[in-house]
């Protein structure tokens, strides 16, 4: 630390050590001595003399009146209570009001006693200079110790900020007090605020980050409000210049006060994946729930918990929370509990949905009139090793429930269905199908059953991205089945949101598939994920990284990709996320008997029957040979 900053900092320390009291004092002395100043230059600027005689005359009483009057104004008025530290324009104005109101009241005085008065000009000029000398020695002394205070102790990071409106002038304005981050640029995709400034700080366009590169840290990424799709793009961008990218919390965040608009994070993978939200038709999303009594099988589940969450905010008369995991139901009773609407009752049951009398009498007992059967086990290697459990977890469990809707009467039961349905390679996948097979046989009658397929969503159990973020804090390696899997991605509440809308498209029997976008490499996704850990990728180009991605073959029963029809074209409906399929369903006569025999052999333990069964009841199942080239 040099001479000239221990000096800085000694004499920071100084004025900062100075009470309160003292430093009222030190500002009340400042503006005494300001006083005279400002009545010497309105008379010299009006009559273009330093000492016309009418300054002598008049100045006689106008100055110990100035002093008077104008210092307990300013005192009583709490010029004296604000941080000289944040002075701000609405110090300024508040000094040009109690300036304005000491010029008045001394030409009241003047013009009471009869006392020599000066040009009618001069009390302008009078009322300008006093709030021009007075505010400008309060915005230097602001400014002189910012400047002390911010005085870098340490080596600050080198920033540029994403985004020139108001939260990156806020966030400037916040790291400047922070006195943790140097911003050495304005970066926006607005060509109208380029070569303009904020604060001093350039205003330049995206492609000058590349070429500043070197000279930069970090960016900040300060637009709340930015589109997933244009946040993909801005990310993408900047991971080629290899600097490292934060961003500030989301708008919501920062106007509930849950986050500071300094609070920077690293950007999620799941803020990059999936599409731009569609907003939902309000004429679909609610008639179905509002005022209903429904319920939620497997709601302490990833989906099952979501659909609770927006299910609750439709204000049903009642929310049925069917969940055979204690801890999870639990979780979501207390989560929903903070949630509550008025008029809203949510009943927590615990217990399994193949159970038979304890479906029938919850949906009796609570006038279930909506059901959502998201209750599943969804783990291909998990259900590969474990086939009995799975089937009837998957099979069972819809045959009972929609068995028990149609005796209530209730007016609607969706089955919450995968894209691994679809010609199935695990038993997972084929048990689903079955499962969708259960619904398509139900007869027509009260109860509208209907049937709603997806692909993979973000943050749930199982899923990649966690166990990648794991992987990663680890250390590493990432493991990957295969180098070229694609998988299709959407949020949690995305699809919470689509399948509530679905339950109204529904017409009785029919697939409803929900649109997964554009699908994603799960390689690329690793990478990119190494990148946003600030972290690099070790492989034969680059052997000192710090990530490796491994790839270890495809699991038993896993594909290279999925899809969402079978031997069907989808056609379009209300809603542009949600299309209908008309697939091939089992005869009745045919389904019942070997379902029959399934449940038989579960209840016998007998896994090679099981499987058997599951064989004649899904035509698509392919066991297939598993290629790990």
Same mark, same amino acid.
Request: glycine share 8%; with cysteine.
């Given at each position: ?17 100075? /009470? ?8 009340? /002395? ?75 009241? %001394?030409?009241? %005085? ?9 040009? !009618? ?7 300008? %200079? ?39 002038? &806020? ?24 070569? @303009? ?29 930015? @589109?997933?799709? @244009?946040?993909? &793009? ?21 106007? *509930? ?59 049903? !008369? ?104 679809? !010609? ?21 009658? &009260? ?22 973020? *794991? ?7 990432? /493991? ?71 790839? /270890? ?18 056609? *379009? ?6 299309? !209908? ?14 379902? $029959? ?7 016998? +333990?007998?896994? +090679? ?17 598993? $290629?790990?080239?």
């Amino acid at each position: 630390m040099t001479i000239r900053s221990k000096s800085a900092i000694s004499l920071l320390d100084s004025v900062l050590g100075l /009470t309160p009291l003292q430093r009222r004092l030190l500002l009340i /002395t400042a503006d005494a001595l300001l006083m005279p100043l400002a009545l010497w230059l309105s008379f010299w600027l009006r009559l273009a003399h330093p000492f016309h005689l009418n300054f002598t005359i008049t100045g006689f009483w106008l100055l110990p009146a100035l002093w008077l009057i104008g210092l307990p104004l300013y005192a009583f008025s709490g010029q004296y209570k604000g941080l000289t530290r944040y002075v701000g324009s609405r110090s300024l104005y508040q000094l040009a009001l109690r300036n304005g109101l000491l010029v008045m009241m %001394l030409a009241a %005085l003047g013009w009471l006693l009869l006392l020599p008065m000066p040009p !009618r000009s001069s009390w302008l000029l009078l009322w300008l %200079l006093l709030t021009g000398c007075t505010g400008a020695v309060r915005f230097a002394l602001r400014d002189l110790l910012l400047s002390l205070h911010n005085k870098p102790r340490q080596v600050l990071n080198r920033v540029a900020i994403y985004g020139a409106g108001a939260a990156g002038v &806020q966030l400037a304005a916040a790291l400047r007090l922070a006195k943790t981050h140097s911003v050495q640029l304005f970066v926006d995709d607005e060509p109208a605020l380029w070569s @303009r400034s904020i604060n001093g700080v350039p205003i330049k366009p995206p492609q000058v980050i590349k070429q500043r590169a070197d000279d930069l840290d970090q960016v900040l990424l300060a637009i709340p409000s930015l @589109r997933r799709s @244009r946040r993909r &793009q801005i990310v993408d961008g900047l991971q080629e210049s290899g600097i490292t990218v934060l961003q500030i919390a989301s708008m919501e965040e920062i106007t *509930s006060g849950r986050a500071r608009i300094d609070a920077l994070r690293p950007i999620q993978v799941e803020e990059l994946l999936g599409r731009d939200p569609v907003p939902p038709d309000p004429q679909l999303l609610g008639p179905a729930i509002g005022g209903a009594s429904v319920c939620v099988t497997g709601a302490g589940g990833s989906i099952g918990s979501e659909l609770c969450r927006q299910i609750l905010a439709l204000k049903p !008369r009642r929310l049925v929370l069917l969940e055979l995991s204690e801890p999870s139901l639990y979780a979501i009773h207390q989560n929903l509990s903070g949630l509550l609407p008025a008029g809203v009752e949510v009943v927590p049951v615990l217990g399994n949905a193949a159970n038979a009398p304890l479906v029938e009498r919850c949906f009796k007992e609570h006038g279930v009139e909506v059901v959502f059967h998201a209750a599943a086990y969804k783990h291909v290697p998990l259900v590969e090793a474990n086939p009995l459990a799975g089937l009837a977890n998957n099979v069972l469990s819809t045959r009972v429930v929609c068995e028990a809707a149609r005796r209530c009467g209730s007016r609607h039961l969706l089955l919450i269905s995968t894209d691994k349905a679809v !010609r199935p390679t695990n038993v997972m996948g084929a048990s689903k199908r079955l499962a969708e097979l259960v619904v398509q046989a139900q007869p027509p009658g &009260q109860t509208r059953f209907a049937i709603v397929r997806f692909g993979n969503v973000l943050g749930s159990s199982g899923s990649v991205v966690p166990l990648f973020r *794991s992987q990663i804090n680890a250390g590493g390696p990432i /493991t990957l089945t295969h180098p070229e899997i694609i998988r299709y991605f959407m949020t949690i509440p995305e699809a919470a949101q689509l399948v509530l809308q679905a339950a109204v498209l529904a017409e009785g029997g029919d697939v409803l598939l929900l649109d997964m976008g554009e699908p994603v490499r799960i390689k690329a996704l690793a990478e990119q994920m190494v990148r946003l850990s600030d972290l690099s990728l070790k492989d034969a180009s680059n052997p000192h990284g710090d990530i490796e991605i491994v790839c /270890t073959g495809l699991r038993p029963g896993e594909k290279l990709f999925e899809e969402l029809l079978i031997d069907a074209e989808s056609e *379009s409906t209300a809603h542009p996320l949600i299309f !209908r399929a008309k697939e091939r369903a089992l005869n009745p006569e045919q389904l019942w008997p070997l379902l $029959d025999d399934l449940e038989e052999a579960i209840s016998l +333990q007998d896994g +090679q029957a099981a499987l058997a069964v599951l064989t004649a009841l899904v035509k698509e199942w392919r066991q297939e040979k598993v $290629d790990n080239k």
